[in-house]
């Protein structure tokens, strides 16, 4: 069964310092989705994009964050530089055109020291 | 803007022992829903989506949910729990974007809890 790779699968950095995370969604899924989730929380989308155009980016800090498909497969977030506040887990998904359904990876655990 | 609300933060059930977990959404037009479950650590696995159609809809691991649009609810259930179903579970509330995608929209959690 195809599934949503993610790397690394955890991440310990120190304040200021750049850190990037990559996701390679399922085959031929156009759609792309990276997920900040707090813990305790739900996740909370953070850019999404429909093969290499962002959709919708409205809740990415873009001062210290940024996300790139160049080619429409894979894509990198990255963060620079990070704060103890993006201590999360980031979860990247992808959904075919249809039905929608969003298919998840089992994420980036990122701890800030 | 959609909105959902899981009311419950954590359920205990005993093993064998019915469950229901409750889901109540705030949405304009008629949403698309789904319920997510996330073990430890790991990402989230879809357990069932509504679309439309038959308001009680089926998932993997013997769980359905029904689809109450009078109440705004979307509420999970299971008639037998098994101590592998303890984990996190998400209700989410789905927002169809013209420029392709669905967008998501997260409740915060039930965390179920199984008493063997």
């Known amino acids: 069964e195809a599934e949503v790779a993610q790397s690394p699968r955890y991440k310990i950095t120190e304040k200021s310092q750049a850190v990037a995370f990559w996701c390679d969604p399922i085959?031929?899924?156009?759609?792309l989705y990276w997920y900040r989730q707090i813990l305790g929380q739900g996740p909370e989308l953070l850019v999404q994009f429909q093969d290499e155009s962002v959709v919708d980016d409205s809740q990415l800090p873009k001062d210290r964050f940024s996300a790139e498909r160049l080619k429409g497969v894979d894509s990198t977030l990255k963060i620079q530089p990070a704060e103890l506040g993006d201590s999360a887990m980031y979860l990247c998904?992808?959904?075919?055109?249809?039905?929608?359904?969003?298919?998840f990876g089992p994420g980036t655990r990122l701890t800030v020291t | 803007a959609q909105s959902v609300t899981q009311p419950d933060i954590h359920i205990t059930v005993s093993e064998g022992a019915s469950l229901e977990l409750r889901c109540n959404y705030s949405y304009g037009a008629t949403p698309y829903l789904f319920w997510y479950v996330q073990s430890p650590g790991q990402g989230l696995q879809l357990l069932l989506k509504?679309?439309?159609?038959?308001?009680l809809v089926q998932g993997i691991k013997g769980f359905e949910a029904e689809f109450k649009r009078s109440q705004s609810s979307f509420n999970l259930r299971k008639p037998s729990v098994h101590w592998s179903d303890a984990a996190e579970y998400f209700c989410a509330v789905g927002l169809i974007l013209t420029g392709g995608g669905n967008k998501l929209t997260f409740g915060t959690g039930t965390q179920l809890k199984v008493e063997l």
């Open positions: 509504y679309f439309s159609g038959d308001t």
């Open positions: 998904a992808s959904s075919p055109d249809r039905p929608y359904e969003q298919y």
């Open positions: 085959s031929g899924h156009a759609t």
